[in-house]
């Protein structure tokens, strides 16, 4: 993957996590700015989702640990655990929301 190709795919998913917070009818408030993307949840908790371009990796900090993923066979994979991103980005939330959330691409 070149530089053009990761940015087009790191950017997708950062607006699709936008889109996907929208969607998912919980109050958690999202902001982006440059390649990073701040969750707050009710209870103040963060999730922050940022580029590491110069790796070609997505970083996510939760309130409990950090995660990098890279992108292969057209999904965004945790480096550490192997788990797709959508699926450890639900887990996440549902535990620093105190709730059930379920987040999916469109």
């Known amino acids: 993957m070149n ?3 990761y940015n087009l795919a790191a950017d997708d998913i950062l607006l699709a996590v936008e889109e996907a917070i929208e ?3 919980c ?3 999202y902001e982006g700015v440059g390649g990073l993307l ?3 949840f009710k209870n103040t908790s963060k999730i922050i989702i940022n580029k590491q371009a110069p790796l070609h990796e997505i970083w996510v ?8 993923f890279h992108f292969e066979n057209e999904q965004w994979i945790d480096k550490r655990g192997g788990g797709e991103l959508w699926q450890f980005l639900s887990a996440a939330a549902s535990k620093q929301a105190e709730e059930t959330i379920v987040l999916s691409a469109q």
């Open 3 to 5: 530089d053009s190709q």
């Open 27 to 29: 109050d958690i408030d």
């Open 38 to 40: 701040t969750l707050t």
């Open 23 to 25: 969607d998912c009818g």
């Open 61 to 68: 900090a939760t309130k409990f640990n950090g995660h990098h």
